[in-house]
């Protein structure tokens, strides 16, 4: 009988466990990049938009957004202890802990940093056992941890290829697999991919981009009494953290109910057959291959009514998410000076004008 | 011996930076331009002798492996033990004390990854070798470089509050008192003295520095600045704001003064600037003299009060004064050097693709440390029969595996496009044109381009080796056109191009010149008469033979119409040993095909 699995004693021993991390600087404080704190709110609304990728300057908070979205996030059921963060197993699991009393846990918002090995995310043979009872047994890694939350990558595009290779695999199929030294796993790993990184640092494979759901780019803010603001509050969460996130801790709750109302909701909403032609249209004009566009679209902007207390899409709703629906999915000219948002506004204009007429007549 | 901070001379504006940090570690760190033997770890070591006692000091050398940066499975005690024992890194030993790093542009792109994460969040997270783990890592990072050696990567210095540039030249009476200062020690009493008190003062203005002031216009100056100058991102307005508070608490004063945003200004927005101010100036000036000016865009939040105007002015322009030579040697502008180049990924089989694990002798290389222990763990049970050695884990030599990787380094294209002449503009755009198209159907591959025009006296890096299609296209659209060609300049800024992909381990390389071949400017200052053809030929031919033993590849583009070519670029892609397209109306789309290997 294999005992149940477990985190390894080096993460138990209260000796070793990380020291209180420093507290998140609070979502609902960060001043402005709206596209960016909307794309994100929105995947949480509705994971099957299938994540965000940020692109853009250094020093726009992009990672302190990510680290901030786990702060508003609602809390899920899970049976407690359950290494995969599962609600229900079926019996017999060897994974699943002996009884079935849930818990419940902050949704799980898990970092992947630079240098990971891929026995680490993957999860491997847990060293220990090997060592002291000459044993294999499996330790799960991070996407274990990630399950029914998100995964979080920043500079993704320092990370090796065949680990983002392996990421994608797993986010596609919601599973991940697990083949090597002589152990066969697999275990469900259905996560938000969440990616930032900084142009400069090197493009991104087109292939890579494809799979993230929505493309928010982020640029330095240039008007001063923003940035003025940025300065002010950065400055007062620095100097007391606690007093800080007291201070926005209504507005941080307001967020979290809005976001609690709008998963309930989002299921419900109804996308009108018009908005539905607009989307389609919009994606043809632009030339995007395959259907996944549409359907982000059509996920996102629905998503964005629920997330606003309205139980029916609109146009708007449509034009609001165009650009990061579909920016990184546009057919690429090396020649074209255009910058890609404009390109889907345009169209957006254009497909827009052509169903008011439609509608008139 | 070591000197103290008080002893050491010169270098004034990194000791200021530096007190700076120490009272205000919300700065984060400094990073000090300086050239080889200026003292730089001298004043490092001092620095932290200001510091209380037992303040940590940790060196990260330019060679740090990601193991020891990070930290992970100490191999010997862990096999040692039966439990895995863990070691600390670089970064997390530093924690509570001083980073020092020496070469922040040598350091390994991956060491720079987690010294940046390290920054932003200030904690270590190790995800490797089976282990997790979360270790405190917040430090003050002193970091020097030499320019000479190339640029630090920007993600980082970007995370650094302070940046001096490099110091003007050193006086003659102030290396008579360098050198006077080395000869004189051990210290005298005085220095001892003064280091007390300096340790004094830093503390007296870590207690004062929250309850210092600084007013909305000053903050608002100091934004307009960043702003000005054309500073990206959000972060140095914090460190501005951050560095003006810090030197008020030095000085004991309540209040922030114009001095203090001065500071500021040149310590953390002016090495931020990507933009040279000194052409607003005098339109501003203008604008004041003129009075319906004033009012240009009245609905325009973004516009300055005319009292703001003034501050910011008054900043700018003390800022300015001491610019070193040029905005361009400023390293965020710092894209078009004519030579240099990071050094930065050094470091060669171990990286890439961990493949697989093979039997091996660890010394020099990677243990794969699981392999290692599957391959001993069947046999515990013999050996511990045969030798009586209790639990631990018995591992022998032939059990050790070691880590092959496959490196995808890629293939470096180097570009070089004649920017002279009438035919300039076209080139330029059908160039940029092919290197966004490479760059982007190269991702799979790992390939980079570099990019170098010439025209008038000297050819310009424009590009570094980079993957970032746009660091290409900015770097292009920046570019003057016309004058004069000097193509050796050119071929010899491609060729030590070269040598520093091959030294940082990209085998392959493939330069591409975009000429008709005319050169017409020689390398070396034009003596009294101008240089004949013939001797300027025999330079391109030196330079070329040159490449071509190095083992470079080369196509050569040929882009003057047909009636006007006497066969120089033929005669040139001949001395390469490379290729001769002839494409005068050459379009992107074939010079990316030309350019890519069949």
Known sequence: MPKPIVTSPARQNGKLAPPAPMPNYPFTAIVGQEEMKLCLLLNVIDPRIGGVMIMGHRGTGKS???????????????IAGDPFNREVVEEGDPFAPPHRKHERIPVPVVDLPL???????????DIEAAL??????????????????????????????????????????GWNVVEREGISVRHPARFVLVGSGNPEEGELRPQLLDRFGLHARITTITDVAQRMEIVRRRRAFD?????????WEPQQRALRRRIVAAQKRVAHVEMPDDVLMCAARLCMQLGVDGHRGELTLARAACALAAFEGRGRATLDDLRRVAVPALRHRLRRDPLETTDAGERVLQAMEKTLGAEARSGSL | MTLSFAEIVGM??????????????????????????????????AFAALLPAGTPFVELPVGATEDSVLGGLDLEATLATGRRVIARGLLARAHGGV???DGLNLLDERAIAHLISALSDGVVRVERDGLSEVHPARFLLVGTYDPVEGEVRRGLLDRIGLIVPVPPQTGERERAEVVRRNLAHP????????TTMLRAMIADAREHLPTVHIAEEQMQALVQTALSLGVEGNRADVFAVQAALAKAALDGREAVDDDDLKLAVRLVLLPRATRVPAQEAPERRERETTPHAQGDQPGDPNAPNPAQATLEELLLEAATVDLPAGLLDLPFAGKRRSHGGSRGAALSSRRGRFVRAVAGDPRGQRIALLPTLIAAAPWQKVRRAERNVGACLDVRREDIRVKRFRDKAGTLYIFVVDASGSMAINRMREAKGAVVRLLQDAYVHRDQVGLIAFRGQQAQVLLEPSQSVERAKRALDVLPTGGGTPLASALLAAWRMAQQARARGIAQVTLVLMTDGRGNVPLRAAPAAPPSRAEIQAELQQIATCIRAEGIQAVVIDTQVNYLSQGEAARLAAWLGGRYVYLPNAKAAQIAMAVAPR
């Not at chain 1, 302190?64 to 996030?73: H, P, S």
């Not at chain 1, 026995?119 to 043979?125: E, L, M, N, P, S």
């Not at chain 1, 100097?239 to 201070?247: E, I, Q, S, T, V």
């Open chain 1, 64 to 78: 302190t957004a990510v680290r901030a979205l786990a702060d508003v996030l609602p809390k899920i059921s899970r």
């Open chain 1, 132 to 173: 002291t009872q000459g044993v294999k047994r499996f330790e799960p890694g991070l996407l274990a941890r990630a399950n029914r939350g998100f995964l979080y990558i920043d500079e993704v595009n320092l990370l090796d290829d065949h680990l983002v290779d392996v990421l994608l695999d797993v986010a596609a199929s």
């Open chain 2, 187 to 194: 210290p005298n009493g005085d220095a001892e003295d003064e």
């Open chain 2, 12 to 45: 004034d504006v990194a000791k200021q930076a530096l007190l700076l940090l120490a009272v205000n570690p919300a700065l984060a760190g400094v990073a000090i331009a300086a050239p080889v033997g200026s003292g730089k770890s001298t004043l490092a070591r």
């Open chain 1, 239 to 247: 100097a007391d953290p606690l007093a800080f996130l007291a201070a």
């Open chain 2, 99 to 101: 980073l020092y790093a």
């Open chain 1, 115 to 125: 240098g990971a090995t891929e026995d680490r995310v993957c999860g491997t043979i």
